[in-house]
C-alpha cells in the first residue's frame, strides 16, 4: 500500500501489547518490558515500530515456535527503532522488548506533575500521548490505524494507586513493591492508551452498572461534585442519541495539576486540567459551564475517536469537529436554561468565522506528512469550523437523518478506522440514494475548500437577487470561488421555519410576493450575508423592535462588523447602526455589540482621533445601560444569561471609563481580598480585571499574594489573569516577568501574555519580552504541546509596520523557527496588517 504520509507501512500489524511498567516516583526513571503480538505479512528481517528518548535493554522476536535475538537500531530523526534479525519471520509473531527512560515535565510521553500537600511538594505521573508521544513511553507501532487491545500491568512501591483505561483485575506484592494487573482494553489506538501513578482522592457514582469516578490529587475532592453530576448526565444522553452503549465498565475523570492540553480522550481514563474539571459548588455560573463543555467534549470522543478513530491525522477534524458540535447539543439538551444552541452560535460559529476569513487559513482537511505536523491544526479549523460546517448540514438535511447516519457510521466502523468518504456514505444512506451525491458533494467541497463565501442581497423588480464571493478581510479582489451554499431564509419575521434550497451556482433569484426579511435563517449557514442600505435599515429596525429572533439579530450586527474589519463598509455607519438599533437588544447581540466595540477601543485607545471618543462614548453608554437592566446584584431565581450580561456590562462600562463603575468594582475588589466576605463568584473576574486595569502597586502585590495562596482552580486562574490586566507599562512588564517564575505552571504561562497583549499599554511591551523570553519558551513548551504557537498569536496585536518589520526578521532565522509556529506566524502577521489597514482606512 501506498502513503502520502509518514508510515511504518502495513507489512507488520500488532494486535495484542502485553506491557509491564515499572516507575520510580523518587528518581523520575522508569523500565518496562512488553511483548507486542504482530502479524507479518510478507517474510522480512528487519520490524520497524517508533521509539524516541528510550534505551533499549534486550530485544527479541518468536516465530513459529523459534526464538532469535534482534539487534535494535534507533533513528531518532525518524523516531524509530528497527529490529533487525538474522533469519526472515512471516506471520504471527511476537516482539520482546526491555526499555528504559526518564519521565519529563514537558507534559507530554509519561511525565511528572508537581501538587502540594500540607506545604510539601509531590508528585504523580500521568501520560499524554496524542498526538505521537505514546513512542516516549515505549516502543510500539504509534499510528492511528494501527489499532490493538492492551494488558497493562505497572509494579510501583506499595502505598501508590495506579490508573489506567481498565479497571484492576488483581493486585499483588511482587520483590517488595505493588504488582496491578488491569483488565484487556478494547482494540484501540496507542494514542488513547493511559497510565497514571500516584495518591489521589476519588468521588465515584453509578449510572447502571457503570462506575463513574472524579480523581483529584489530595485535599481536592470537595472540588469533584460538578463534575461527577455533569458525567453521569452526558453519559446517559450520548448512549440514546449514538443509540451504542459506552462499551468499557469504568469512566475515570482524572484531574492533572500540570496539562498541556484542555483536556484528553484516553478512553475510560480522561485527563482534564484542573480548571476544566474542579470548581467549588457555588462556583460562577462561567466555570460550570466550562466543566460541562470539556466533560461533554471528551465524552464524545469516547464515540468519535475512541470507538471509531481517524485513520490518519489529517482526517483529525472528524474527531474534534464532532466532539466541539456534540459537546454543545448534549448541554443544550440537558440543561436547556443554559441555552447553549444559541451560544454554540455566537461562541463556536463565531470563532470559526473570525479565523476563516484570514488569507493564511487552511482547509478542515489537510494532508499530514508526518505526526508533529498535526501540532498546527490542533486549531479553531478542526474543532469550530468543521462544528459549524456540520451544523450547517444537519440542518440542510434535517435532524433525524443526520442522527440517523451518525448511527450508521458508529455502527459500521466500531472498533476500527475512517475516513471522511465513510462517514458521507453513512448520511447518503440516512438521507436516501437519491439525495446520497448530492450530499456527499456538499460536504466534500466544504472541508476541502479553506475559506468561505459571502452573499450580496439586493431587490430588483420584485425579486431578490443573491450572488456569492469568497469572504476575506484582507484581499479586495478574492478569487472566484465557488461553494455549494445551503441557504435558509424567511419572508417574514413570524416565520420560524423559512425555505431551503441549495444555491449551486454564483448568483441566485428568490421569486416572491412579500421582500426578503432575513437569509440565513437562525444562522446555520457557514457563509455572511451583505444587504443593500435600504434592507440593512429594514432588519435595523426590526431588530430594534425585537421581532426577529435573538441569533438573527446577532447574525446581522457579526456580519455588519466583519465588513467594516474588511473596510467594505465605514467604521462610522457601524457605530450609528449600532446606536440606532442595537440598544436594548438581547443575548448574544448585547454580548457581541460589547465585544466588538470593546476590540474597537482597545486599538483606538491610544489615538487623539475624534471616532476614538466616539468609540468610547458609545461603549460606556451601552455598558452602562445594559448595568441599570440586569443590576449589581443577582437574583435568586435569575437566569444564567442575565448572570452572564451583568458581567459582561461592567468589564464594558469600566473600561469605557465610568467613574460609578469603576468605584464599586474597588470596592467589592477590597472586601474580597481581605476575606471579610465573599461576593458573586460571577462577579469576581469583571471585578479584578477592572480594578487591576485603572490599579497601582498594591493592587497588583494583593493579586500576585491572593494567586500564590489560593487552590481553588478557579480563582486561582481569575488571580492570575488579572495580574495581566494592568495598564500600567511598569506593572504590565512585572506581569510579564511574573509569567516566567516558579510561581506560574508551565501550562498557566501563556495566560499573562495574551492578556497583557491585549491592553493598550501591554500591546507595545509584547514583542521585546517575547523576544527577550524566545529561546526559553522553544524549551519550555516542545513540539506535541501545542503551547508555543499561543505566544506568537500576542504579536498579531502589533500595530505598528516597524515592530511588524522587525518580528518577520527575528523569525525569519532559522534558529528562530519551528515547524509547529509557522501558520501561528502567518496569521499573527496578517492579522497585524489588517488593523494596520483598519486604523488608516478609519482615522483611528
Same mark, same amino acid.
Given at each position: 500500500?501506498?502513503? /502520502? ?22 528518581? @523520575? ?48 530523526? #525518524? ?43 509531590? =508528585? ?13 513511553? @515505549? ?65 465515584? $457514582?453509578? !449510572? ?49 495539576? $500540570? ?78 436554561? =443554559? ?19 484570514? +488569507? ?32 450547517? +448540514? ?22 476500527? /478506522? ?62 472566484? $470561488? ?30 416572491? #410576493?412579500?421582500? !426578503? ?28 423592535? /425585537? ?6 439579530? =446577532? ?33 448574544? !447581540? ?22 476614538? $471618543? ?154 521585546? =519580552? ?75
Amino acid at each position: 500500500m501506498k502513503y /502520502n504520509h509518514e508510515s511504518l507501512g502495513d507489512n507488520v500489524l500488532p494486535s495484542r501489547y502485553e506491557l509491564l511498567f515499572q516507575p520510580d516516583l523518587k528518581t @523520575f526513571d522508569f523500565k518496562g518490558k512488553e511483548t507486542i503480538h504482530v502479524t507479518v505479512k510478507k517474510p522480512t528481517t528487519t520490524i520497524t515500530l517508533n521509539a524516541v528518548g528510550l534505551s533499549i535493554d534486550s530485544a527479541s522476536v518468536e516465530c513459529k515456535g523459534s526464538v532469535q535475538k534482534a539487534r535494535a537500531k534507533a533513528n531518532p530523526a #525518524k523516531e524509530t527503532l528497527t529490529l533487525q534479525l538474522q533469519r526472515r519471520v512471516s506471520g504471527a509473531a511476537k516482539l520482546t522488548i526491555e526499555f528504559s527512560g526518564k519521565c519529563t515535565d514537558n507534559m507530554a510521553g509519561l511525565y511528572r506533575s508537581r501538587y502540594m500537600e500540607n506545604g510539601k511538594e509531590k =508528585w504523580i505521573l500521568t501520560t499524554q500521548f496524542e498526538a505521537a508521544n505514546a513512542r516516549n513511553a @515505549f516502543p510500539c507501532f504509534d499510528e492511528p490505524g494501527m489499532k490493538a487491545v492492551y494488558d497493562v500491568s505497572m509494579l510501583v512501591d506499595k502505598d501508590l494507586q495506579c490508573i489506567s483505561n481498565m479497571p484492576a483485575k488483581k493486585e499483588s506484592i511482587k520483590e517488595g513493591r505493588k504488582l496491578v494487573t488491569f483488565h484487556t482494553t478494547p482494540k484501540m489506538s496507542s494514542y488513547l492508551l493511559y497510565l497514571g501513578v500516584g495518591n489521589y482522592d476519588v468521588v465515584s $457514582d453509578r !449510572l447502571g452498572k457503570l462506575k463513574i469516578s472524579v480523581m483529584t490529587t489530595p485535599g481536592k475532592k470537595r472540588l469533584a461534585n460538578h463534575a461527577l453530576s455533569f458525567a453521569k448526565k452526558f453519559m446517559r444522553f450520548y448512549e440514546h442519541y449514538f443509540g451504542i452503549k459506552y462499551p468499557l465498565p469504568k469512566m475515570d475523570l482524572i484531574a492533572i495539576p $500540570d496539562f498541556a492540553a484542555g483536556a484528553m480522550e484516553n478512553w475510560g481514563a480522561i485527563t482534564f486540567r484542573e480548571t476544566a474539571l474542579l470548581a467549588e459548588d457555588n462556583a460562577s455560573v462561567a466555570a460550570r459551564q466550562r466543566i460541562a463543555e470539556f466533560v461533554a467534549h471528551e465524552f464524545t470522543h469516547q464515540w468519535f475517536g475512541d470507538l471509531v478513530t481517524m485513520k490518519w491525522w489529517d482526517d483529525l477534524w472528524l474527531n474534534e469537529s464532532f466532539a466541539t458540535f456534540m459537546s454543545y447539543k448534549a448541554m443544550d439538551a440537558v440543561f436547556p436554561e =443554559w441555552n447553549m444552541g444559541t451560544a454554540y452560535i455566537a461562541d463556536e460559529v463565531g470563532i470559526a468565522f473570525s479565523v476563516d476569513q484570514l +488569507l493564511s487559513t487552511h482547509p478542515i482537511h489537510v494532508p499530514v506528512g508526518k505526526p508533529s505536523d498535526v501540532d498546527q491544526i490542533f486549531d479553531e479549523i478542526s474543532y469550530q469550523k468543521g462544528g459549524s460546517v456540520l451544523n450547517m +448540514l444537519e440542518d440542510y438535511v434535517g435532524k433525524e437523518a443526520f442522527q440517523k447516519g451518525l448511527h450508521i457510521h458508529l455502527k459500521n466502523r466500531a472498533y476500527s /478506522n475512517a475516513e471522511a468518504a465513510d462517514l458521507w456514505n453513512a448520511l447518503g444512506k440516512a438521507v436516501g440514494s437519491s439525495r446520497g451525491p448530492e450530499i456527499k458533494r456538499l460536504a466534500d467541497t466544504w472541508i476541502n475548500k479553506k475559506g468561505y463565501p459571502y452573499i450580496t442581497v439586493k431587490d430588483k423588480s420584485g425579486k431578490t437577487h443573491l450572488q456569492q464571493r469568497k469572504f476575506t478581510l484582507m484581499d479586495p479582489k478574492p478569487a472566484g $470561488d465557488l461553494w455549494p451554499i445551503p441557504v435558509h431564509y424567511s419572508l417574514s419575521p413570524k416565520d420560524r421555519a423559512g425555505k431551503k434550497f441549495l444555491m449551486s451556482s454564483s448568483t441566485a433569484v428568490i421569486n416572491a #410576493k412579500e421582500p !426578503l426579511i432575513k437569509l440565513n435563517l437562525n444562522q446555520k449557514g457557514f457563509f455572511r450575508t451583505l444587504y443593500s442600505e435600504a434592507k440593512l435599515e429594514e432588519l435595523g429596525n426590526a431588530i430594534k423592535e /425585537n421581532e426577529l429572533g435573538s441569533i438573527d439579530s =446577532w447574525g446581522i450586527e457579526n456580519d455588519l462588523y466583519a465588513f467594516v474589519k474588511a473596510c467594505k463598509f465605514s467604521l462610522r455607519e457601524y457605530l450609528e447602526f449600532v446606536g440606532n438599533y442595537c440598544f436594548a437588544s438581547k443575548y448574544p !447581540l448585547n454580548i457581541s455589540v460589547l465585544q466588538h466595540l470593546s476590540g474597537l477601543y482597545s486599538l483606538a485607545y491610544s489615538s487623539k482621533s475624534d471616532v476614538r $471618543d466616539d468609540i468610547r462614548a458609545l461603549l460606556k453608554e451601552y455598558g452602562v445601560e445594559l448595568l441599570k437592566q440586569v443590576g449589581w446584584i443577582r437574583s435568586q431565581n435569575e437566569g444564567t444569561i442575565t448572570t452572564k450580561l451583568r458581567s459582561a456590562a461592567i468589564s464594558a462600562a469600566g473600561f469605557a471609563g465610568d467613574a460609578a463603575t469603576i468605584h464599586k468594582a474597588g470596592k467589592l475588589f477590597k472586601i474580597s481580598i481581605e476575606g471579610k466576605r465573599g461576593i458573586d463568584p460571577n462577579l469576581r473576574s469583571a471585578v479584578y480585571g477592572i480594578t487591576a486595569f485603572y490599579g497601582g502597586k498594591d493592587t497588583f502585590d494583593a493579586l500576585v499574594e491572593k494567586y500564590k495562596g489560593e487552590d481553588v482552580p478557579e480563582e486561582k486562574i481569575r488571580c492570575l489573569q488579572s495580574i495581566g490586566m494592568f495598564n500600567d507599562a511598569i506593572l504590565a512588564r512585572r506581569a510579564l516577568e511574573f509569567s516566567m517564575s516558579g510561581n506560574v505552571r508551565y501550562q498557566d504561562g501563556i495566560s499573562i501574555p495574551a492578556i497583557v497583549s491585549s491592553r493598550p499599554a501591554g500591546r507595545k511591551l509584547i514583542w521585546g =519580552w517575547t523576544k527577550k523570553n524566545w529561546k526559553a519558551l522553544m524549551s519550555r513548551y516542545p513540539s506535541g504541546t501545542h503551547m508555543l504557537s499561543y505566544f506568537i498569536d500576542n504579536l498579531g496585536t502589533v500595530t505598528d509596520e516597524k515592530t511588524l518589520g522587525e518580528i518577520n526578521s527575528f523569525f525569519a532565522k532559522k534558529q528562530n523557527r519551528r515547524g509547529d509556529i509557522t501558520r501561528a506566524l502567518q496569521q499573527a502577521n496578517e492579522i497585524a496588517r489588517i488593523n494596520i489597514r483598519f486604523m488608516k482606512e478609519n482615522g483611528v
